[in-house]
């Protein structure tokens, strides 16, 4: 004969996820790069955004081409929806501040095309992120000889 204990031991053993209920999505801002020439395009844009599930306010830059989607959305789920509906290819937006960057300047980093005070996220690029990275020798030289270090070469 089972006692009541048992029974809600039982019970607590039973696995927590439940069949056919879905994960809530996370609240977050997807940034896209999309191409708009006109006021046109910018509307079509903003339309095409505006009554999605889940979303809850956009901002469309069209000076920067950059479309922020804040709410419980997808970045592939807003990409799709602005191929669909506004007939626009969007991709993620593929440019950081510059002072994220150790390198800014460096060959691979450095986009004419980005917006003023942004260069290109290639911390995240295989390719181009050793011309990026300082290496160890060059952080040792660097801050050697700078402001912040008190033991560096002082002039007497």
């Not at 927590?16 to 006021?39: H, I, N, W, Y």
């Not at 789920?77 to 007939?87: D, F, K, S, T, W």
């Not at 917006?115 to 911390?123: H, I, K, Q, S, T």
Request: proline content about 9%; aromatic content about 6%; overall charge neutral.
């Amino acid at each position: 004969m089972l006692r009541v204990d048992d029974l809600i031991a039982e019970l607590c053993l039973l696995p927590a996820k439940v069949p056919g209920k879905k994960k809530r999505k996370e609240f977050q801002t997807v940034e896209l790069l999309v191409r708009m020439d006109s006021e046109g395009c910018e509307r079509r844009v903003k339309k095409a955004l505006e009554d999605m599930k889940g979303m809850s306010s956009v901002e469309v830059d069209p000076k920067q081409n950059k479309v922020s989607v804040s709410g419980y959305v997808e970045a592939s789920e807003v990409m799709e929806r602005l191929r669909r509906r506004a007939g626009k290819e969007a991709q993620p937006w593929p440019y950081v501040p510059y002072e994220v960057v150790p390198h800014p300047y460096a060959p691979g980093a450095y986009d004419k095309k980005a917006p003023p005070g942004y260069v290109r996220n290639v911390l995240d690029d295989p390719d181009a992120a050793p011309l990026v990275r300082a290496s160890s020798m060059e952080e040792r030289y660097t801050t050697a000889f700078s402001d912040d270090n008190p033991n560096s070469c002082a002039v007497m």
